[in-house]
């Protein structure tokens, strides 16, 4: 739940923008009617060299990592030689600690007083381009991929790129993280594109729900929770190909918007607008020096391009 008495507006808009996919489906796009979901990819003609994953656990605080919380993360930092970091999502308090702004800085590498969605019931559009867009502008025949089951996200982003070709952008609004995980391990080979933004939100979900609070224990089994679904994920469809030379050399980018305080967030308390990164590396590749929210974008287009 993103502060939804906040998002009347944008829902307004995504009315509008949902009614043009349903036209459009209706039209016998195909993939687009499973339970009003929408998005598929086209089959990639190859694998790209290389590749980035942003993944967004939404709402994960940084005292949520943990061994116990998040033994696959966890380990997966250490076997790595990589440290986490803590970022300060807040811009130096500047920036609401708010899903909208927030994701919107990780998708565009910039703060939301460039790219104008202050809060979560912005109306839009994005005032500047996306790095989906900025990787089309330098590699034409690239593709990206964002997956999402929160509405509101997806239209914003989806707003900015109509006028990119489909079949270089994909877009899934899927119903939860449970269909998000499906859609990955069932498309993933198939999609292969050079940067893709999965958004996970059970452990936001379950911090409104309760608190975000590692101590909570419905927090705390979320925590869990996605911890073992990105340990699927990792394992059935980011582990390198058995076939020798068919793997990208990937980047994988593990980033939280916000933490929060009793059911909320949105201030600037340490407990809110400090959040948990870890990034790793391709085997043989230097680490990548993410320090704030707005480098996420900018390193991963660095490193495709
Ligand atoms: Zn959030």
Redesign the pocket.
């Known amino acids: 739940m993103?502060d939804i008495e906040k998002t009347v507006g944008s829902v307004r808009n995504l009315n509008l923008w949902s009614g043009l996919l349903l036209a459009l489906c209706a039209i016998s796009l195909p993939g687009c009617s499973r339970n009003g979901e929408e998005g598929q990819c086209n089959a990639a003609p190859h694998m790209p060299a290389r590749q980035v994953v942003i993944m967004g656990i939404?709402?994960l605080r940084d005292d949520a990592v943990s061994p116990t919380l998040t033994p696959f993360l966890f380990h997966l930092a250490e076997s790595h030689g990589v440290a986490w970091r803590k970022i300060d999502v807040s811009n130096g308090r500047t920036q609401q600690t708010?899903?909208?702004p927030?994701?919107v800085s990780v998708l565009t590498a910039t703060w939301a007083s460039a790219h104008g969605i202050v809060d979560n019931s912005s109306a839009g559009p994005i005032k500047v381009p996306t790095v989906f867009e900025r990787l089309h502008a330098s590699k034409a025949d690239s593709r990206s991929v964002l997956m999402t089951s929160w509405k509101p996200l997806y239209g914003w982003v989806q707003g900015r790129l109509r006028a990119l070709p489909q079949i270089h952008h994909a877009a899934f609004l899927r119903q939860d993280d449970a269909a998000i995980e499906q859609e990955v391990l069932t498309t993933w080979r198939t999609c292969q594109p050079e940067l893709a933004f999965i958004h996970l939100?059970a452990v936001?979900k379950a911090g409104h729900a309760g608190a975000f609070d590692p101590s909570d224990p419905g927090y705390a089994a979320a925590v869990r929770e996605t911890d073992s679904r990105i340990g699927r994920l990792w394992e059935k469809a980011l582990a390198p190909s058995s076939v020798q030379g068919a793997a990208p050399q990937r980047l994988v980018i593990f980033a939280?918007?916000?933490g929060g305080v009793g059911n909320s967030?949105g201030r600037y308390s340490d407990a809110e607008r400090w959040a948990p990164l870890l990034a790793i590396s391709p085997p043989g590749s230097a680490p990548v020096n993410i320090s704030s929210l707005v480098d996420i974008g900018q390193v991963s287009l660095d490193f495709v391009q």
């Open positions: 993103h939404d709402g708010l899903s909208a927030g994701w939100d936001n939280s918007d916000h967030h």
